[in-house]
């Protein structure tokens, strides 16, 4: 988000590129004096070419060193050369583009020979010009850190609000689990003894009316037996949000998961009907630990989510591959239990959970599970 104080933020780039233009412009009319044709036409060249310089920092900049070799210009290219360094990471292509400008500045026009007293003058005058171009580099390359710690600090944010959802998710099955134990431990053993004693009076009773009457009160109990059983079951339920009491995750939920993850993701392949629920969880654990890492550890990466399941029916499982991250990543606290956890829920159902980086870089979780038949 843009701060109240970034007022120059707010600008319109087609503000700011006009604007360029006539500044560069005006530094070239400076310089015209004397200029022939060929001068005037490259000087042109060169304050047109900055209308495209955020599509095309490179090529921009290259076209404003004829006007730089010709003429005495200097906002042109020092505008290529900001743009250039703010988009690129590349410090070894700044460098060169650096050099290349004092070569350009310093280089008499036209190319003929020189004293040996004006060449003391011109590597004299390459340094100075060396020395002014690195500060639309430097500044090119503040702004690009500006951003990405901006949008770092962004993605930090959201992480922490994610984590405190969870958290309130996690305070909120407690208290559910807490409600369920007390309603089955008291309510339930109370509804329990009224309805054995209705049905103990109900044998024992010879009035009619009397015995329809602990009838009633035995039927009733059961009625409420079954849904305070359905009620507790719903309350332990855990990871369900305040407004919604959801069962343990399932293979349908996949899908809602790699939806809601916040990455670039895709979920492809498919598992046998007759997986077991205690799979199934662990299948869904195990994405969704997967995905967590990728966030919290590989921004700007994509991840695959592939259900598999062997040909002869022997085992079925899960894999999740993410591509090399695009940004670099602040390290961020963990408990570092998550694999652990994944490893173990595999180990409980005789399967085998591996992880490990990717020959492109990337990193990749397994979950295989043997598919038993008894």
Not at 75 to 85: E, G, K, R, S, W
Request: one cysteine or more; a negative charge.
């Amino acid at each position: 988000m843009t701060r109240p104080g970034a007022w120059w933020a707010r600008i319109p780039e087609p503000v700011i590129d006009h604007l360029v233009v006539a500044v560069a412009a005006m530094d070239v009319l400076l310089s015209l004096e004397d200029a022939g044709p060929v001068e005037q036409a490259m000087a042109a060249l060169a304050c047109a070419a900055l209308v495209v310089r955020r599509r095309f920092p490179l090529p921009v900049f290259l076209l404003t060193l004829p006007a730089s070799l010709m003429l005495d210009v200097v906002f042109a290219p020092f505008a290529a050369l900001f743009t250039l360094a703010e988009r690129s990471r590349d410090r070894r292509l700044l460098a060169g583009c650096a050099v290349l400008f004092a070569v350009a500045s310093a280089a008499p026009w036209p190319l003929n020979g020189l004293s040996s007293h004006d060449r003391t003058w011109t590597l004299i005058y390459f340094f100075y010009t060396l020395a002014t171009a690195a500060a639309p580099v430097l500044l090119g390359q503040l702004v690009q850190a500006r951003r990405d710690l901006a949008h770092r600090l962004t993605e930090i944010e959201e992480a922490r609000e994610h984590e405190r959802l969870l958290h309130s998710q996690a305070v909120l099955a407690r208290e559910r689990a807490q409600l369920a134990r007390e309603m089955h431990d008291v309510v339930s053993h109370q509804v329990s003894l009224i309805a054995v004693q209705a049905g103990a009076l109900q044998v024992a009773a010879t009035d009619p009316d009397f015995k329809e009457g602990a009838r009633t009160i035995r039927t009733l109990s059961v009625d409420t037996l079954d849904e305070l059983r359905h009620m507790v079951t719903l309350l332990r339920a855990s990871g369900g949000r305040a407004t919604e009491l959801t069962p343990q995750p399932t293979l349908a939920d996949l899908h809602k998961l790699v939806d809601t993850s916040g990455l670039d993701a895709e979920l492809a392949g498919e598992l046998p009907p007759s997986v077991s629920t205690p799979a199934q969880r662990a299948v869904y654990r195990t994405v969704q630990e997967a995905l967590t890492n990728v966030r919290k550890h590989a921004p700007g990466a994509t991840a695959t989510v592939r259900l598999w399941h062997a040909d002869d029916g022997t085992a079925f499982g899960v894999t999740v591959t993410n591509t090399p991250p695009t940004r670099s990543s602040l390290p961020l606290p963990g408990s570092r239990q998550g694999l652990i956890g994944l490893r173990e829920r595999a180990e409980l159902l005789d399967g085998t959970f591996d992880s490990g980086p990717t020959a492109d870089g990337g990193y990749e979780v397994s979950l295989r599970i043997p598919n038993r038949t008894d």
